[in-house]
């Protein structure tokens, strides 16, 4: 190892290196203070005013620093050991490689003893003459420790010199200020968006940072004004626009930055320039819409009309309203159009309340809407048959006649019927509806059965009915009529009408057999005439028949449908008493079934063949033919017979089973 003589180099070569870094760093230090001391001082002579020289200056010295570090880290690498010594071998002060042969590692195969010999021969001459021989590389470290002291003491002394604590220069002791000054807006804000005529309006100008501004001002339709404003030290200042009489246009510009454009409109008077109100009646009334007057007369209108509103102002609006007292009803606004329609509920004053979007009152005025609503009537209903409380048929269908009367029109009437059984137990209402005419009229008679059959009554039970008309209002008001009580009669009350009701049948039983047997002996007694010649008329003609004997034959043929159309109706009665002997308590007795034996008869006897036979008859008078007048009248004759057969089978079974009737409802009785 060659020890003594790097030893020897190191202590040569210090105190240069030494003497470099000092001057760099005086160097350095001096071309940093010297930057920022002539920033700071054009800044003072108000050379500079934006916030951003305080990033400048700095920015600058920074990078002055940079580039003396470099410089100064390659002036200490030219100062170490080894260069010392290449530097002094090329200077001939040693020879080419007795001093960096030693530095660098020894070859294999050298002697150590004289590797070692050399290394403190060597380092006695370094020590002997080594200061000389590194004088001339001193003289440069020497002059540039001078110069950096001399740059150092003058960039002190400019950056003292220009007050950095008290005067502008101390902003450089706030760079994130000058930061936040440099990256702030430029604010413009006004007292008031809107203003009177004639008004004025402050401005408040915010430039941080920056020492005046510039405030632009102009009308619709002009060119930008410019007007100087000092700002005070915190950037900031207020100006008056002075007496506007229209829009004003304002912005704030300081060096390159610009604020926002504000506008001050000039608020001018509203007027109503048109209002249009149209009555829209209801449908049902069948009315035209029609324009009502707005200038302060009663409106008199029915329940359910729509007014409908249209007009327009001077100025943009924000909302339109009909209100009175806690109503109100909002109308649709676009512009300074305003439109819409509501239904009055009730009798009012209303009025239209108008809002502009600058708030500018309405001029004029007052528009008010007294109104009177008309409610439609209530539809008028009553039943008139039976008209009154009763008793309870004993087939349980009651007849009704509905009278419902309306202004306008009825749209439906319904039939509302509870059972109150005997012991006050009341069932569930139960309604019918009624067929009304299409046309809803705004009267109508209605007829109407009210079948109580399949509603459970007992005797005692009662029933409460009452109508209910319904018109063609939109809230389809409703009319009820007074409430009747039907009652269904007790058990001795069925039986006696029972009674009553099977000597009826009874009767028409005896009548239609007597009847028939007189219709058949007349028929008999026609057919035989048209068998024998009139007297004195030689040979009878059988192509037609004569006018009386015409006459004859209708008269048997009306009569016979008669006998038919009474037995139908008998039919009916048979049904009507069966139903009521089951409320008599006879229901599953021998009664029943002698009953159901008569309609048999009944039927038979209405045979299809006793219709064919009518119907022959009938159509040989119509076609005037004597044979075939005479044939339909034996066969009808025959038909006739059987009717009559049948009809004295079943009075036979009548009084029996009346009889067995009469003696089930004594026992049920004496129970």
Known sequence: MSAATRHELQRLSRPLRIRSRAGWAALGLGAGALLLGAAAWLVRLDWLSAPYWVLVAWALALAALAIVAWLAWRAQATLSSARVARQLEERGAWRQGTLTALLDSAAPGTSESLLDLADRTQAAELFRRGDEAVEPLARPVRALALAGAA?????????????????????????????????????????GSLVDRGDSVEFEVEAFGRRSATFWVRAPGESWRPRGVRLDSLGRAKVWSGALQSDLYARVSSGTRNSDTVLVRVRLPVFLGSLTVTAHYPAYLGMESEPVPTGGDTLILPAGTRLETRGEATAPL???????????????????????????????????????????????????????????????????????????????ELP????????????????????????????????????????????????????????????????????????NTPGRQAGRSREFVLRLPTMSEVRAAQREATETVSSQLDSMSASSRRLERQTEDLARERARPADGAGERSEESLSFEESKRAEGVAKSQRELMQQAEALKESLESLRKSAEAAGVGDSAWQRQLEEIRDQLDRALSPELRERLAELEQALKNLDAEQAKAALERLAEAQKELREALERSRELFRRAALEGDLANLTQESR
Not at 356 to 368: E, S, Y
Not at 383 to 394: E, K, N, R, S, Y
Not at 407 to 413: F, P, Q, R
């Open 151 to 191: 740059v150092l003491l003058l960039g002190l002394t400019a950056f003292a010199s220009a007050d950095p604590v008290g005067g502008a220069a101390s902003a450089l002791w706030h760079p994130r200020r000058a930061w936040d000054a440099t990256v702030a807006p430029v604010r413009l804000r006004a007292a």
């Open 318 to 396: 924000a909302r339109a309203i009909w209100s009175a007292g806690t109503r109100e009803r909002r109308l649709a606004v676009t512009a300074g159009r305003f439109s819409g329609s509501f239904v009055p509920q009730v009798s009012a004053e209303y009025r239209l309340t108008l809002t502009t979007d600058n708030g500018a009152p309405l001029a004029g005025d007052t528009v008010r809407l007294p109104v009177r609503i008309v409610a439609d009537s209530v539809p008028q209903v009553g039943i008139p048959v039976p008209g009154a409380d009763t008793l309870a048929p004993l087939s349980l």
């Open 400 to 471: 009704l006649v509905i009278d419902a009367r309306d202004d306008h029109g009825i749209t439906s009437v319904t039939v509302e019927s509870r059972r109150i059984s005997r012991l006050g137990v009341t069932d569930s209402t139960q309604r019918q509806n009624l067929v009304i005419p299409p046309q809803r009229p705004d009267h109508a008679i209605l007829a109407h059965t009210l079948d109580l059959n399949q509603r459970g009554l007992l005797p005692g039970d009662t029933v409460r009915y009452s109508a209910v008309a319904r018109d």
